[in-house]
């Protein structure tokens, strides 16, 4: 390998980081609002999420985005093959999420929300200001171990012809005949940007923890 190939699978990179942080940024709250519909047991939306969560976490991300990009085109959406890895990596982390939220949710001391509705505060502020904020506190080890997941689900949107670590680093182990270096090399960038994610779940806990409860 040359400074060439390093430079073509470091490239790379960057379509996982886009992935990857658009489809958490907009994966985690859409979960978020799923898990409050089904914890609050919504007429009509509460079976709905359900049966969205249950199709969703069976069917696998290569599926998923084959589904989303050649069903956009039947559609006549005709999404960019970005936007449609996007909106498949969306659906799938969201489904996920919801189900990290839901748990924490169900957890959630009831007393401690019938205790603000005896004070009169409104649904919203209970939500807002008791049950979001203990939920997000426990909630961060398992969403960060969601956020990993999925960075390294990111190679299933190659099928599209998106150029991302793991198919630039087939590329370069293709052209050169030496699969190993592009690979090693590909490991260690995953692994830079897990480290990141990870540290910025530490620096949130820490953070949570100084804060009052």
Not at 89 to 107: D, M, Q, V
Request: hydrophobic share 55%.
């Amino acid at each position: 390998m040359n400074a060439s190939d390093y430079w073509q699978i470091t490239q790379a990179a960057l379509a996982t980081v886009t992935l990857s942080l658009a489809s958490i940024g907009m994966g985690m709250p859409l979960g978020l609002a799923m898990a409050l519909v089904s914890w609050g047991r919504v007429p009509l939306l509460t079976p709905l999420v359900r049966g969205y969560v249950s199709v969703i976490r069976s069917c696998p991300t290569v599926t998923l985005t084959l589904l989303v990009f050649f069903g956009s085109s039947q559609a006549g959406l005709n999404l960019d093959a970005m936007v449609a890895a996007i909106v498949a990596l969306t659906l799938s982390t969201a489904a996920f999420n919801c189900e990290i939220w839901r748990s924490h949710l169900n957890e959630f001391p009831r007393d401690q929300y019938d205790a603000a509705l005896a004070f009169g505060m409104r649904p919203a502020q209970r939500s807002l200001r008791i049950v979001l904020p203990q939920v997000v506190r426990h909630s961060i080890p398992a969403l960060v171990s969601e956020m990993t997941l999925q960075i390294k689900a990111t190679p299933a949107v190659a099928v599209i012809g998106i150029v991302e670590i793991t198919r630039a680093a087939l590329r370069v182990g293709s052209a050169t005949y030496q699969p190993l270096p592009p690979f090693l090399y590909a490991l260690a960038l995953y692994s830079v940007v897990v480290f990141a994610f990870v540290q910025l779940q530490r620096m949130a806990e820490r953070r949570i923890a100084r804060s009052p409860a």
